[in-house]
């Protein structure tokens, strides 16, 4: 194992413990298959990508870890929200997720559907508890990021775009590679830029500081959907952990799609460039980042 | 009309100004639909039970009137997403809502689950943000409070106890009386108590104040779930809005089954005076709420 894999299993099992303390226990009520299904669907594994960003620039500045490891919860509570709804029948239909039945394949579909509500609604519970922080207009600042980040005018949008292409909602799905890179950076850009914008606001980091960690995140971000893309169009379901090749019999609108394979991957090297050069505002407090992100893009390979 | 009508009437007006100018507006974006899905949802119409109630118990401290709206519009907000979700073919499965067709019968269900997400997150936006209170501390004691009253402990909850009665959950319907309310405490009450609670947070009112609201608000929540369960069993499509005897033909655990009609009567005037009691606490300053709770219980007369 290498240093940074070593370093980023350890990471993600303080992100398991984290999520553990937070999710609530069955105990021989009515509802405990709801519980089940929120443990089931959040303590399945995944790369904890989000939360390990988080951690990771929680490097950079003077942040409580506790604090820290609270918000990089929230974050993954959202996505593991978004990754039950996404994999509903009425959306992509995916009966597997991380080599598992997903959650709907488990629990069936109207737990599913609760369980990712309540997960949402535990993410914004999270934050708003004294532990986060004891500034309860920082605490707001931080619902209001993830709240952006996450709905009507993020993810839940990319989402929507990126349905459109399967004929599963109305509206125009994406194009062009600018409309895909629009898609992506809603549906998926803005949570990885608010896991690492989130510490810049915990730390109450100067406005240079926050720009060049968005920035770096931004293009990160961006990376890792071209990376995944490219990873569905070669991979196999066995190493990527779900039914491979699936983008392109959906129709779905993808920067392999729209840039071939040799495009896409010029083009993650790019990105991977210019989130590179955003850290050099950082110097040596980043390394562990810049690690992270050949990591992300290695992945490939 | 009535004098409780009218001015109810008018209050109805004013909280669908404060909802229509918190929903995104669709602008020639490829997410559009979603943002048409959301104003669909919202701006139907419906009775505005719980921003109105919100408004009421404004009358008992001294609260701004704006931010009191944002609160029963946050409120609102989360009530018409778990509308949606409910709707859902995998949930209570109705095309029918307040006499339209229900959002995932006219957007399609992928962009119905989308449109109740983004309509919980926006909840959470609004009370994050300073023009509801300049206090974040005090923002954030809202926000834990719909979250619990919203998650895993609260209105989620009780969904998944209701959808067990009709094997659309796994785990334990309610078997009597006592589980019906512990149920619908947790469905609808703990969102109703709140859309109540909220203005006593607020108005940072003594801990007797508060506790003399949340009884009103339990009684009075419980009471609405009865008179409900009695208008389902008795009532005709056309005045209800949604598709009648529904509750019994699915097997529903409801107050009417456990008790029959006149049980459910006789139950629904005992909650009328146990709320009634608690508003002696705040004397004639509470006469509107009095009104407005005589006004719920006589609905299905």
Redesign the interface.
Known sequence: MTDISAAMAETARMIDGGLDRLL?RPGG???????AA?RYAVMAGGKRFRPMLTLACAKLFDVSHDQVLRVAAAIELVHC?SLI?DD?P??DDDDLRRGQPSCHAK?????A??A???L???A??V????ETHS???????L??GL??A????GM??????D??AEG???????RDAA?VAR?ER?KTGGLIAFACESVAILGRAPADARQALVGYAHALGLAYQVVDDLLDAEGEAGMIGKTAGKDARAGKATFVAMLGLEGARAEAARLAIEAGHNLDFFGKKADFLRDMTGFVIDRHR
């Open positions: 609530p009520r009515a509802e405990d298959m709801l519980f929120m929200y709804h509903l009425a959306m629990f069936g579909e109207a737990t559907i609760l990712g509500d309540a949402m609604t535990l914004f519970e934050l708003a508890a004294p500034d309860g207009a920082l605490r707001c600042a619902i209001t709240a952006r996450a709905g009507a005018e839940v949008a990319g989402q929507m775009i349905l459109a599963k909602t109305h509206g125009t799905g994406a409309e898609m809603l």
